[in-house]
Each structure stands twice: as C-alpha cells, then as structure tokens.
C-alpha cells in the first residue's frame, strides 16, 4: 500500500464536465490534462496536448504544456491533484503502459483519473492512485455539487 492513504478525489461538478467534454472532443483520439488544485481538492482543468505518435490509444503529455501548467500553478501555491486521460476503446482502468509511465515518470502522487468512451452515450469516469511499484488502487470520486460520493463500478477486490 502506498502512503498516500484511501481519501476520495475531490472534484467539483464543472470539472467533471470539462473533463468528459474534453475526451468527447478529442475521440477516437485520446485526451489527456490535469486537474490542478491542492491535496485531494481540484478547483481547475487544464488539458494538454497527446503529443503521442499513437493517438488512439496512447497519450504523452506535451512536456512543453506541463511546465507551464507547473509554473502557473506554482505561482498560485497550488499542484497537480490528477492527471486524466481518456480510453476510447477501452475500459476505464490503467493499462500497462499507462502504469510503467507512471512509475517511471515518479508521478506517483497524483491521482489518475480515467475516462473511458467505450459506450460513447455513457463516458464512465474512475479515479486511481498508482503506487511507485506499480501498484494500482482504485479511488472513490467525490463529485462537488451534487451531493454524495460516486465514481465508475468498483471490480472486486480493487478496494480494500
Ligand atoms: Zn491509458
């Protein structure tokens, strides 16, 4: 287990919808962005650009974008809370890949947050913390603004 704890992802309603207008925008591509906040509290959405040569179902953050989201939140004492992506074939759940980015990376402190489009009239959003050694847990999602915690269904032992 990593010591990062099993706190839900805060996250206003109005992001929740940028992010899932984001991955609808960019589909069949991949989208990718950060949630931008402080601790467990996101308050802003930034998306980046998947610079990845496989678009359609690989992201890489445009480095470029990331340090600048980093200045500008550094300026306001905030931090990267989430980064998100999307799966347009896929369920919402870190691939390998998406794991051993993480890991290699060393961002590990965000949460992940996954939206899948594999039923495009029913995009599914999912929160992960991805341990340094690969280990990944999934997290509740409390959505801000509608009351309630809720996030995509939980398989079986994901969750302590
Ligand atoms: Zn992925």
């Known amino acids: 287990m990593d010591a990062t704890g099993n706190e839900p992802l805060k996250l206003p309603k109005q992001l929740l919808a940028e992010m899932i207008t984001h991955a609808l925008d960019k ?7 950060l949630l931008v906040g402080r601790g467990d509290s996101a308050t802003r959405l930034r998306r980046i650009r998947n610079v990845h040569e496989s678009l359609s179902n690989r992201f890489s953050m445009d480095p470029l974008d990331v340090i600048e989201a980093e200045r500008d939140a550094d300026g306001r004492g905030e931090e990267f809370v989430a980064i998100y992506h999307s799966h ?6 870190p ?7 993480a890991t290699e990376n060393g961002w590990t402190d ?12 029913r995009p599914v959003v999912r929160a992960y913390r991805i341990s340094g050694d690969g280990e990944v847990a ?4 409390r959505v801000l603004g509608v009351g309630g915690y809720t996030s ?9």
Do not use: A, H, W
């Open 138 to 141: 999934e997290r509740f999602i």
């Open 152 to 160: 995509g269904t939980t398989p079986p032992g994901l969750v302590e």
């Open 110 to 121: 965000p949460f992940y947050v996954l939206i899948s489009l594999v039923e495009k009239t």
């Open 88 to 93: 347009t074939y896929s369920q919402g759940y």
């Open 27 to 33: 589909d069949p591509e991949e989208c990718c962005g």
């Open 95 to 101: 691939s390998d890949t998406d794991v051993r980015n």
